[in-house]
């Protein structure tokens, strides 16, 4: 800032992504796009795995949710998200889930982009469970059961779609308000959607079942009698300490796949078993290091509880996107003195 000027100068300017423009960029792509550059953009990142920082998310826990920060960083871009979950929020008006994050430059510190990570964390959700779905679903798949039809929903329908190829649903929700709302949106993007009456009937027919339901205990949104044989799971619900969806036998029948391991036996349906019940890194599977689906027989089960290199990668797509559009405003964030040293005069030539 100069002294005779308030008016910031270049690098006081961080790009600032608002709901509203992330709906713009996303809508001006088309959804399924989006899905598949995320997916691109994650799938690389895991194939990088080794060249990032990683630690189990910061997990703030109360009564009725939780408060995480989620960082990662390789040598070049540092990143974090900021998310909560409160499965009880929907009954005041509020989001279950919103978030917001930062991608930053390693070399300076500075922030490059501040972004809405509400509708990024849907999308990117989606867009992992699909590319995961892409190594382990059975070969042909093209029925999926989606119980839990509240936020998420959608996002991993369509997402299953621009991936994986699937274009039937089976769902259902506790709440058949939930249901009719996804039935709705889902119609409309022209899937073939059949509304379910319980678990065991969405079940029926379906080669891949997505459990991404709400609720603050070790629900059990799956019974082991009804997981058949070949099918893949998706479970996105179950990302907490004593908030699970599956019930435990299910999970000694099926090979388990992870994002990463000290996180998820912390968080996911794996905290039901022993510490040391083997699982298999999907980065390790993406860079043909390990076996992915074996045969037609296996139950696969991609245990998802959301890792911080899915937010770096859509963090960096976003950053990508916006270079030289008008889907982001300049917010005035940091402090930029005309001498490094005089923070204080800055203050006090704007008085
Ligand atoms: N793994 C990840 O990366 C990731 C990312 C985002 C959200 N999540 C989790 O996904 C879940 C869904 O998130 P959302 O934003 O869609 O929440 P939401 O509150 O919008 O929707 C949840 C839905 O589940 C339904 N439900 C609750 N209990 C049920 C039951 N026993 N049977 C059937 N339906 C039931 C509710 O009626 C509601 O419609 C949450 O638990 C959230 O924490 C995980």
């Known amino acids: 800032m100069t002294s005779q000027s308030p008016t910031p100068s270049a690098l006081a300017f961080v ?3 608002s709901v509203a423009n992330m709906m713009r960029l996303v809508n001006a792509n088309g959804v399924e796009t989006v899905m598949r550059d995320l997916a691109a953009y ?3 990142d895991f194939r990088r795995w080794p060249e990032f920082d990683k630690t189990p998310r ?6 009725e949710g939780v408060i995480e920060l989620m ?3 390789d ?3 540092y990143g974090f998200k900021y998310v909560n979950g409160h499965p009880k929020n929907g009954r005041t008006g509020h ?3 919103t978030a917001f994050g930062v991608l930053s430059s390693v070399a300076t510190g500075y922030p490059l982009l501040l972004s809405e990570m509400t509708v990024l964390t849907a999308l990117r959700t989606a867009a992992t469970s699909a590319l995961v779905g892409k190594y382990l679903a059975p070969k042909g798949a093209q029925v999926m059961a989606m119980i839990g039809n509240g936020a998420q929903c959608e996002f991993q329908a369509l997402a299953f779609r621009a991936i994986c190829g699937i274009n039937r649903l089976r769902l259902y929700d506790i709440d058949p308000a939930a ?3 996804a039935m709705r949106n889902l119609s409309a993007q022209g899937f073939d959607v059949t509304p379910c009456t319980s678990g065991a009937q969405a079940v029926e027919g379906a080669q891949v079942i997505t459990t991404c339901t709400a609720d603050k205990q070790c629900a059990t949104i799956l019974s082991d009698n009804m997981v058949g044989s070949g099918v893949h799971i998706n479970a996105i619900g179950g990302d907490c300490p004593g908030k699970t969806e599956l019930h435990r036998d299910i999970l000694t029948r099926a090979d388990i796949f992870v994002e990463y391991p000290e996180q998820t036996r912390i968080e996911g349906e794996i905290q039901q078993l022993d510490a040391d019940h083997p699982v298999t890194e999907l980065w390790q599977v993406m860079r043909g290091e390990a076996e992915g689906r074996r045969d037609a027989k296996q139950i696969t089960l991609f245990d998802s509880v959301g890792f911080a290199i899915e937010d770096f990668s859509a963090l960096r797509y976003i950053h990508d996107q916006i270079a030289g559009s008008n889907f982001y405003q300049p917010l005035d964030l940091l402090a930029d003195p005309d001498d490094t040293r005089d923070l204080f005069g800055m203050l006090t030539r704007a008085a």
């Not at 910061?58 to 009564?63: D, E, F, P, Y």
């Open 58 to 63: 910061v997990a703030s826990h109360s009564q």
């Open 179 to 181: 249901t009719a709302k």
């Open 71 to 73: 960082p990662t960083a």
């Open 42 to 44: 994650i799938e690389q």
């Open 15 to 17: 790009p600032f992504v």
């Open 75 to 77: 040598a070049e871009n």
């Open 95 to 97: 989001q279950t889930v």
